[in-house]
Each structure stands twice: as structure tokens, then as C-alpha cells.
């Protein structure tokens, strides 16, 4: 799933063009001449040290999260889902909108499959930023780039910087840097369940700047518990462009339908209840 922070930030450069050009690279990009070179993210500094006074130390909080996240991976056996992207971007040279509601197929092991259910605004919108998406979701579910998009010492140095306690429940936060400087990683803060050592929350920035254009990216990603396993829920990317502008793009996760394989075929469904 984290592979979506990566998909977000290429995607974004395709997308906003100016009136004059006939193509430009994703999301951010909007005006110029994009040659795809991708800028290194800004220095963020030397990894905190860890806290000690949470229950669990950093290694066991990872480690618990590794194992619970193979265990997720290997019981879904299948959910279907309902999406709305929505991209709204304001500044030179221009303002553009558009809307696409989508149903979504997983399969295990690696298999996604996307259904367009209706579009609408930007047409260079739909087809460059949001079918674009949907195709390198596609490739991201592959095993090979799974892989290396996973949350764990071999792509990231992490630290415990926070540990959060509710009557909803604890919460490890930990701050994690890209040991690489990928575009299919990111660097900031994941929230994780205290219980179910699942990921709930993302707020981070990308390990590689995808252009020149983008001053600034901000990534926010929400997940939810459905049956036994946490799923998207909301992601947000908001990128700034040198030239003046924002480019705002959300997707929005409803209508799970979950089947475990620990319980011989049966489904569960979520609405995504309190989801924005």
C-alpha cells in the first residue's frame, strides 16, 4: 500500500500543462518543459534518537510490524473496493479540476484490476494523472517492487520518537528516512497501531523530489480497520510549484468487501464509515 506514496508523487508530474505545450510530466509539472529529471528531496537532518520509555523499543516495534504485515499479506485473499480521485489545482497558467470514481479488485498474491465508473472535468487530468495511476498501481502490486517499498530496516532507517496512549488505543510514532534516495520512498513520520502493529497513519514528504517545478510536497495518508486487516482510507498529496501554485490530490477509499483465507472464503464489508 505504501507504494502509493511513490505512485502519487510520479503521478503528479504529468498532469498540469500549459495551454501552449502538448505534453508534461506528471502531477506537479504544469507549465514547462519537464525532462523527467528528478531532483534530490531536501536534507531533513540526522535520525532522532530513539525514546525509551515506551513499552517496546524501536526494534521490537518494527520487528512486530514486519511479522503482523506478512501475516495480513498472506491471509488477503481478496477485496473489492470503491475509489474517488479528485485533482484540484490552482495557480499559473491556469485552474484545472477533475473527479474519477473508480472500483477497485485485489487478488492475491499481486493481482489489481480498475473499473472506471464515471470521470469528470480536465480530460488531461483524467487521462494523464489519474489512468496513469491506475496503471502504476498495477505494476507497484508486483512482487519485486513490493518489495522494495516495504516499511523495514533494508529500505529505511527508523527511530521511535513518540509513543501515544488513548481511550482508542496506543500508538508507536516512529520517524523513518530512506536509506536510498528513491522516488518510491518517502521520509517523515508513521503512526503505528499499539495492538495490531499495523500502519494507521502517514505524514511525509518524498525521498527524491520528482522535478525541478515542485518546490515543496507534502504526503498524508489515513488507514482503516477492516475485518482483521487496515486498509487505505484517505491519501492526500499537496505539492507547490516554483512558478506559484497548488496541485491537491485525494483519494478517497469506501465500500470495502474483504475476503480472509483463515475464514474459508467468508466476506466481510466496511462502508468506511467516518471516512472524508
Known sequence: MRAIFSL???????????????????F??????????C??????????????????SVDQVVNNLVRKDKERSQALRHYESIRVYRLSYRGFPGDRD???TVAATYDSP???????????????????VF?????????AAEPEMHARTLLNRANYDIALIAYESSDKGSQY???????????????????????????????????QNPSFWTKKSEIHHEYMKVQDFW??????????????????????????????????????????????
Not at 504544469?30 to 529529471?37: D, H, Q, R, Y
Not at 489489481?112 to 464515471?118: D, M, P, W
Not at 489512468?131 to 505494476?139: D, G, P, T
Not at 502493529?197 to 518524498?206: G, K, Q, W
Open 8 to 26: 502519487i508523487q510520479s503521478s503528479i508530474q504529468i498532469t498540469m500543462q500549459s495551454p501552449i505545450q502538448n505534453s508534461t510530466r506528471l
Open 28 to 37: 506537479f509539472l504544469l507549465a514547462a518543459i519537464l525532462v523527467g529529471v
Open 39 to 56: 531532483w534530490a528531496g531536501a536534507d531533513s537532518g540526522p535520525l532522532p534518537p530513539s525514546i525509551t520509555t515506551a513499552p517496546l
Open 98 to 100: 477533475a473527479e474519477m
Open 110 to 128: 499481486s493481482t489489481k484490476s480498475f473499473r472506471v465508473i464515471s470521470q469528470t472535468g480536465s480530460k488531461l487530468i483524467v487521462d494523464r
Open 131 to 139: 489512468k496513469r495511476l491506475l496503471e502504476s498501481e498495477k505494476e
Open 173 to 207: 510514532v516512529l520517524a523513518v528516512y530512506p536509506k536510498t534516495r528513491s522516488k518510491y520512498l518517502y521520509r517523515g513520520k508513521v503512526w503505528v497501531d499499539g495492538t495490531d502493529f499495523a500502519v494507521t497513519r502517514i505524514d511525509a514528504e518524498p525521498a
Open 231 to 276: 486498509l487505505p482510507r484517505r491519501n492526500e498529496s499537496v505539492s507547490y510549484i516554483r512558478l506559484g501554485g497548488r496541485a491537491t490530490l485525494t483519494i478517497e477509499y469506501d465500500n470495502y468487501r474483504v475476503t480472509d483465507s483463515r475464514e474459508s472464503g467468508k466476506s466481510a464489508s466496511s462502508s468506511g464509515a467516518g471516512a472524508r
